[in-house]
Each structure stands twice: as structure tokens, then as C-alpha cells.
């Protein structure tokens, strides 16, 4: 557990764990490096993982300038070069897989192999709907409202029904660790509906694994297959029954499929 300083000054939180050929976790939306917390034990067997926390969230600087997915990207670059990690195995899940295709577009020499789970190439209807109505419920009901819909969008009916407590209403340490700046998550949200990097997506020639789940209502699967079609060689994975929090929902599963991947030849 540890801070970067980045170039503007900026302090950027990461944790490092086990030991192996490197492995980068990156979050979505909320940008916490313990929303891999599950995977840790297990894949730091076999790698060195390295989780952070996005600028504007959890431990790291909250700047209130306008984010972007590319700046997201140049931070993970800024934190490999100050780890010394010449080369990466990457998984991004939802923003961290939008930031793992500017990797790949912008920075294809930095990656081994890459997972790009439950994310999207580029907005449709659907998802700019959906993150305008969340950027309205948390700038207008707040941050605790704002957790409850995502709840509700991130887990499919079934897995509610039987864990109910996640569809009560957060208490306040859950609501400051997950919206840590309510003005920084509206400008990521911002961020992401503005990112669209299909047109270069024929550019990529990192081995690429897209994972998705069925019931995504976040980001759909028709988004992972856009992806799988766009990108040259690309592997679908579609776990059934799943929701976008599926990386939690169904940890075993997932992270089985990330490694015989990032395993193959």
C-alpha cells in the first residue's frame, strides 16, 4: 500500500501483491482498487497484482479538472513506469476496460495479454440514457440514492432476492468509500459517456479476451460483442445468468476464465 506521485503532483494510491509476472487489475466506475479484494489471495499465487485507486476516488488525489479515459490510462502508464513494469497482463473491468483498449490502441507495446470485461467500445442510446439518469439521481437525490439504483442495475433480480441486504439503503462509511466527491464521479461519468474509440479498435494487436455477462443491464452484451467483433482475434466469454457485478457474483467463474486465457498459447 503506497502513494505515486504523478507529474502535475497529484498522489495516486496502489497496492502491490504476491509475486510473478506482473497482473493489473483495474476497477469501473467507482475506481477502487479493493473492488478486487475477492481475487487477490488466489492470483497473487501465481502474479504480481497491482490494484490502484483512480484519481477522483478512494485514496488517491480528487482533482477537479475533466477526466478522461485516456488521462485514466496515462495514470496506469505513469504507475507502471514508477513500479518499473516494462510489459503487463491487464484486466479492466467496465471503465478499467475502456482504459485497457486506450492501452492496447495507445500503448500496445506495455501489454501482454488483456481482459476487457462487461465495457463497451464506444456509447449507444441505451448506455448514454442510463448514465445520464444515474449523473441526475446522484446530483439530485445524492450519493446514498445513487448506490441503491446501482444495486439494483448491477445485480440481477434473482441474486437480490437472495442477498436483500444489498438492497437496503448503505450506511454512511459504505457511501464515503464508494462516492468518495460527489463532483469527481459526475465528471467520470461525463468522461465515460464521451469515450469512443471504435474507429481504432482494428488497431489492436494485443492478445484480448472480452467477458461479458447475459443479464448486464449496465452494459449490455450486445456492447461486448461490438467489442469482440471490432477487435482483431478477440475471444467472447459470456457467462449466463450474470449481472455487471458478475466479477463478484461469480468469482470463481470469472476469474477461472481470466486465467486459462492469460495461461493459453
Not at 495514470?75 to 507502471?80: G, K, N, S, Y
Not at 467496465?94 to 490502441?105: C, D
Not at 495479454?113 to 446522484?138: C, H, N, Q, T
Not at 446501482?150 to 432476492?161: D, F, K, Q
Request: net charge negative; charged share 20%; glycine share 6%.
Amino acid at each position: 500500500m503506497a502513494l505515486l506521485t504523478l507529474p502535475d503532483g497529484d498522489k495516486l494510491y496502489y497496492e502491490i501483491h504476491g509475486s510473478g509476472p506482473p497482473l493489473l487489475l483495474i476497477s469501473g466506475l467507482t475506481g477502487l482498487a479493493s473492488f478486487w479484494s475477492m481475487h487477490i489471495d488466489a492470483l497473487s499465487k501465481r502474479f504480481t497484482v497491482v490494484t490502484h485507486d483512480h484519481r477522483g476516488c478512494g485514496q488517491s488525489a480528487k482533482p477537479p479538472f475533466d477526466y478522461s479515459v485516456e488521462q485514466m490510462a496515462e495514470d496506469v502508464v505513469t504507475l507502471m513506469d514508477g513500479l518499473g513494469l516494462e510489459r503487463a497482463h491487464v484486466v479492466g473491468r467496465s471503465t478499467g476496460g475502456a482504459i485497457g483498449q486506450v492501452l492496447a490502441i495507445d500503448h500496445s507495446s506495455r501489454l501482454d495479454r488483456l481482459v476487457i470485461a462487461a465495457s463497451w467500445a464506444g456509447p449507444d442510446p441505451y448506455f448514454d440514457l442510463l448514465f445520464e439518469m444515474r449523473s441526475k439521481v446522484l446530483a439530485t437525490f445524492g450519493p446514498a440514492e445513487y448506490l441503491r439504483q446501482a444495486a439494483l442495475i448491477m445485480r440481477t433480480p434473482a441474486w437480490l432476492m437472495q442477498h436483500p441486504q444489498e438492497a437496503a439503503m448503505p450506511d454512511d462509511a459504505t457511501v464515503r468509500m464508494l462516492v468518495a466527491d460527489v463532483d469527481c464521479t459526475l465528471r467520470r461519468i461525463a468522461a465515460i459517456r464521451r469515450f469512443d474509440r471504435r474507429r481504432d479498435l482494428h488497431r489492436v494487436t494485443t492478445p484480448t479476451l472480452i467477458s461479458a455477462a447475459a443479464w448486464d443491464m449496465v452494459t449490455p452484451v450486445h456492447l461486448s460483442k461490438e467489442l469482440s467483433e471490432r477487435i482483431p482475434s478477440a475471444i467472447l466469454d459470456i457467462i449466463p445468468e450474470a449481472g455487471h457485478f458478475y466479477p463478484v457474483t461469480h468469482a470463481n467463474q470469472f476469474r477461472a476464465t481470466v486465467l486459462s486465457f492469460i495461461a493459453a498459447r
